[in-house]
T-cell receptor, first 114, second 111 residues
Framework: NAGVTQTPKFRILKIGQSMTLQCTQDMNHNYMYWYRQDPGMGLKLIYYSVGAGITDKGEVPNGYNVSRSTTEDFPLRLELAAPSQTSVYFC?????????????FGPGTRLTVL | QKEVEQDPGPLSVPEGAIVSLNCTYSNSAFQYFMWYRQYSRKGPELLMYTYSSGNKEDGRFTAQVDKSSKYISLFIRDSQPSDSATYLCAMRAGNNRKLIWGLGTSLAVNP
């Protein structure tokens, strides 16, 4: 099992450009999450999904969009990149069982917006 | 007041020391408590998972939860340079899958 994979590893965008961060998991997990991590600020939840076709906003959704057409994939879209979106982005997944649910993380995408 | 408070450190200890990392929280509904370890430029990985109050031990690591004080701890015995990382606490209420995170404590274990 590869677990949670993310592409690309690094990206530099110009202000106003768009891009999609890819996330795939092969653990048949129902739940998937997108976080951003800024120095000294911890992990902030952007969006999450409880299954294919169902997504919901997290703490910091502005400037981002998501879709979940399959169980495996949960892409994150940045439409008009802004310097405030410079961050490290982590995708995570979990099986969704109430008593044992734990999140497994991908390696991250380091994004710089100039 | 944040729901979860964690001292960001940095914490620097000599090899072989006992390390104590802590988080406090304000929401009495939290039932599930986790510690994640994050190496530099990597994603967080689950280290310890506990439910409700009590202790859980796994090798050199012990997780402790005191729900009456709303306080959780992670102890690392015989610390090694390979333990140098950021340690994040996370917790959630019963039916809520969303985790509430601490900011993380940066630990350096010096040979």
């Amino acid at each position: 099992n590869a677990g949670v994979t993310q592409t690309p590893k690094f990206r530099i965008l110009k202000i106003g450009q768009s891009m999609t961060l890819q996330c795939t998991q092969d653990m048949n997990h129902n739940y998937m999450y997108w976080y951003r991590q800024d120095p000294g600020m911890g992990l902030k939840l952007i969006y999450y999904s409880v299954g294919a076709g169902i997504t919901d906003k997290g703490e910091v959704p502005n400037g981002y969009n998501v879709s979940r057409s399959t169980t495996e994939d949960f892409p994150l879209r940045l439409e008009l990149a802004a310097p405030s979106q410079t961050s490290v982005y982590f995708c995570a997944s979990s099986i969704g069982q109430a008593s044992t649910d734990t999140q497994y993380f991908g390696p991250g995408t380091r994004l710089t917006v100039l | 007041q944040k729901e979860v408070e964690q001292d960001p450190g940095p914490l620097s200890v000599p090899e072989g020391a006992i390390v104590s990392l802590n988080c406090t929280y304000s929401n009495s509904a939290f039932q599930y408590f986790m510690w994640y370890r994050q190496y530099s430029r990597k994603g967080p990985e689950l280290l310890m998972y506990t439910y409700s109050s009590g202790n859980k031990e796994d090798g050199r690591f012990t997780a402790q939860v005191d729900k009456s004080s709303k306080y959780i701890s992670l102890f690392i015995r015989d610390s090694q340079p390979s333990d140098s990382a950021t340690y994040l606490c996370a917790m959630r209420a019963g039916n809520n899958r969303k985790l509430i995170w601490g900011l993380g404590t940066s630990l350096a274990v010096n040979p």
